[in-house]
């Protein structure tokens, strides 16, 4: 068989002591320089894509023979997160995601690392490996993003000759892998909690506006609360949009009034 296949590693947790094949791998210096800045990264500065992205970046640098690397995050609440470091593994994930199967998503489901050094014979991926073999790109390093909560996502790193990944590059990969799900991990924690407070502040927001627009109803009309947010409810359902538009357009209009008789009082 022409693939180079790598099934046997079964998923680590960070508190995994590393192989003696993996120690030795702790001295590179590309990968030293690589976990030197992935600890410098700041979830407070960055967005959770330009993190994700950033850390692919640093994946290239860190595992010897890689030209380019995607990172996919698994979310169940909204749609999964990619980013890429180079556009040809835009187009390759793109492919991936397009036939649903392909290392990354070997690896996401599975929580093992994927190798491959030709991609285009290679059987577990009968038709994402012949199209990616025909652009050139035959070799694929697979690394699950592993946490205490299971599996975040993927991080694929590719290269284009034959045989790029040897066991050291997928040693290196390992143990990059750890920290990286850790700050990816930490990225979406940020992330859903700017979400939810964005949310609650749109709420607050939007009760505002409709309190307001209330008001202006009952001082207008002489109805009650209850009759006032009925008027409001039919609007928003003759005119099949939000309550708080409807409501936000009526305040508008209220102000717009007044203002113009600020600005053209009536003559004595």
């Not at 992205?53 to 380019?68: E, L, Y």
């Amino acid at each position: 068989m022409d693939a180079d296949r790598s099934d046997q590693p079964i998923p680590r947790s960070p508190d995994d002591r590393a192989a003696p094949d993996e120690v030795g791998a702790v001295d590179d210096p590309d990968l030293a320089d690589s976990l030197a800045a992935l600890a410098g990264l700041s979830t407070a500065r960055l967005g959770l894509e330009d993190l994700l992205t950033q850390v692919a970046t640093f994946a290239v640098q860190a595992i010897p023979g890689a030209d380019g690397a995607g990172l996919t995050l698994i979310e169940s609440d909204r749609g999964d997160t990619i980013v890429k470091s180079a556009p040809f593994v835009k187009e390759i994930d793109d492919i991936q995601y397009g036939l649903g199967e392909g290392p990354c998503i070997s690896a996401a489901a599975t929580g093992l690392t994927v190798r491959s050094g030709s991609l285009g014979g290679d059987p577990r991926w009968p038709r994402f490996g012949p199209r990616i073999g025909r652009l050139g790109v035959h070799s694929v390093l697979s690394l699950p993003l592993l946490t205490p909560d299971g599996v975040l996502g993927a991080m694929n790193v590719y290269a284009h000759p034959k045989d790029a990944f040897d066991e050291r590059a997928e040693n290196i990969g390992r143990l990059f892998a750890v920290p990286a799900a850790i700050a990816v991990q930490n990225a979406q924690i940020l992330a859903q909690a700017q979400r939810v407070t964005s949310h609650l502040q749109a709420a607050l927001t939007n009760r505002a506006v409709i309190d307001q627009a209330i008001g202006i109803i009952i001082s207008r009309t002489g109805v009650t609360p209850d009759g006032a947010f009925a008027r409001l409810r039919a609007l928003s359902q003759t005119e099949h949009v939000k309550l708080s538009v409807v409501a936000s357009r009526i305040v508008q209009e209220a102000a717009r009034r007044a203002r113009a008789r600020h600005e053209n009082p009536p003559r004595p």
